[in-house]
């Protein structure tokens, strides 16, 4: 690899180029930012080492001027002191690894391995491409039951009979009741009422509005969200939370297309269509009297149901991209590669959350990594230490090759990575540990 080291200090630089040319890398060092830029642009460079510290300047400019370079190559930053903001804005910058002073060999030597592993990986990468026109409320997937969900939306637009949506937390209720709102009826409002986060007193003149008087401090009209729907939706969401007295008018509101508002006797047409969704098993819910029967009946005529995410995990990729467009979008970064490890860590884990906590995953998983591309370690750090979750309940017997390879990392992670240590734990010379971290391919996470 052709290596580039700034640092101040010569007798540093001295002894990184022995050591590194004695590796069979080319080496080249300086001792300022301006020289350090200037040779960083004369190109070619696969790494640089950058001190942060730097006679004329911050070492955070010189990574600046290496990220808009046209081939930055990937950049490792020297750090003297304890530093949090200054590591944060270097990561930010998009530095790929930081190290601390007083400079650790083992420490310079893993960060080159990991650098050439993750040009290799480079070549190799699978390319999600990131979606030109993003758009917010398309229900991505392409496997057989999501495909059904976008049919059954398509044949209930062409009709205005209530709609029951039900599936696991996360799954796409919501996106779905606004794609079905939106094939209905365009343009027209879509109001959403969440019935376990308002008040049950107050859920009823929400809903059918008030009129001045009709109870203490109903000191003017209210409209309610039923006639503010107009011909568009009302979306219940978690109807199985309303109480049961005002599931009885919801329901005879629906049956009569009219209601009227709290306190008052003027009958207002009910022209919106009515979408609900739940969680709960409300089926049961009736069989122990907490729902009405005539109610469910009456919405259940046309059922969505979303299924999990861990039923249709072809559409695990997909979901994935899509979330990475969007999130790189939101948090400006642009990590659009996905490994192809870490793509089976996603696909391999449970998704007890279903597509929310992919996003939440996902988002996390950005944050971590320190390239364009999610690192399997960026993905299993951000789903947690859940093992039995990610294994599976039933996952087969590992090879031993397996075994070791999980081993090894167990036990750098419980040293925090620190070679020195591990190869005392595993009772294995530093040399032939750093020769199984390449041969795992393991790398450190990225907050290490
Ligand atoms: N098929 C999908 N394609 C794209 N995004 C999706 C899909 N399914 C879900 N999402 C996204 O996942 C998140 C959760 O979806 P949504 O809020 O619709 O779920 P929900 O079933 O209503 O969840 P909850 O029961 O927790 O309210 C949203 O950000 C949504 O945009
Ligand atoms: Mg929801």
Redesign the pocket.
């Known amino acids: 690899m052709k290596i580039l080291v700034i640092d101040d200090d010569a007798a540093l630089c001295r002894s990184l180029q022995i050591h590194l040319e004695r590796d069979g890398h080319f080496v080249r060092s300086c001792h300022t930012a301006r020289e350090g830029m200037s040779l960083h642009a004369e190109g070619g460079f696969d790494l640089t080492f950058v001190d942060l510290k730097l006679p004329d300047g911050s070492g955070l400019d010189v990574l600046k001027a290496i990220r808009d370079a046209e081939s930055p190559g990937l950049a490792v930053m020297i750090t003297g002191t304890q530093d949090m903001k200054a590591t944060i804005e270097a990561v930010r910058l998009g530095a790929f690894d930081y190290i601390r002073k007083p400079l650790d060999l083992e420490a310079v030597l893993i960060a080159v391995e990991k650098a050439a592993q993750e040009q290799i990986r480079a070549k190799s990468k699978r390319r999600v491409p990131l979606e030109q026109a993003f758009h917010p409320r398309?229900?991505?997937?392409a496997s057989r039951s999501?495909v059904e969900v976008i049919k059954q939306v398509g044949v209930l637009s062409q009709n205005r009979i209530p709609v029951l949506i039900e599936?696991e937390?996360?799954?796409?209720?919501?996106?779905v009741a606004r794609a079905l709102h939106e094939a209905t009826s365009p343009g027209k409002p879509f109001v959403a009422i969440n019935c376990s986060s308002v008040v049950p007193t107050l859920l009823e003149s929400e809903l059918f509005g008030h009129v001045r008087g009709a109870f203490t401090g109903a000191d003017h009209d209210k409209v309610g969200r039923l006639e503010h729907a107009g011909e568009g939706t009302v979306f219940f969401?978690e109807i199985g939370d309303m109480a049961v007295d005002l599931q009885a008018k919801l329901l005879r509101a629906i049956q009569e297309r009219s209601f009227e508002p709290v306190g008052g006797v003027k009958c207002i047409p009910l022209r919106a269509r009515i979408v609900a969704?739940t969680?709960r098993d409300v089926e049961s819910m009736v069989a122990s009297g907490a729902f009405r029967g005539d109610l469910y009946y009456r919405l259940g005529v046309s059922t969505i149901r979303?299924p999990p995410l861990r039923e249709r995990r072809d559409d695990i990729p997909l979901?994935t991209s899509?979330v990475l467009a969007r999130v790189s979008q939101e948090l400006h970064r642009c990590v659009s590669h996905v490994d192809d490890k870490a793509m089976r860590c996603l696909q391999a884990y449970d998704w007890p959350g279903n597509?929310?906590e992919l996003?939440n995953v996902l988002t996390r998983a950005v944050l971590l990594a320190r390239t364009d591309t999610l690192l399997e370690d960026n993905v299993a750090a951000s789903i947690g230490d859940r093992p039995a979750a990610y294994a599976g309940p039933e996952a087969p017997v590992k090879t031993l090759r397996d075994a070791e390879r999980d081993h090894v990392e167990r036990a750098l992670r419980s040293t925090g990575w620190n070679v020195t240590q591990t190869a005392a734990l595993l009772d294995i010379s530093p040399t032939t540990l750093r020769k199984k971290i390449h041969d795992y391919e393991l790398n450190a996470p990225a907050d290490k």
């Open positions: 398309e229900i991505v997937g999501i599936g937390s996360g799954t796409g209720k919501e996106l969401d969704a969680h979303v979901l899509h597509v929310r996003e």
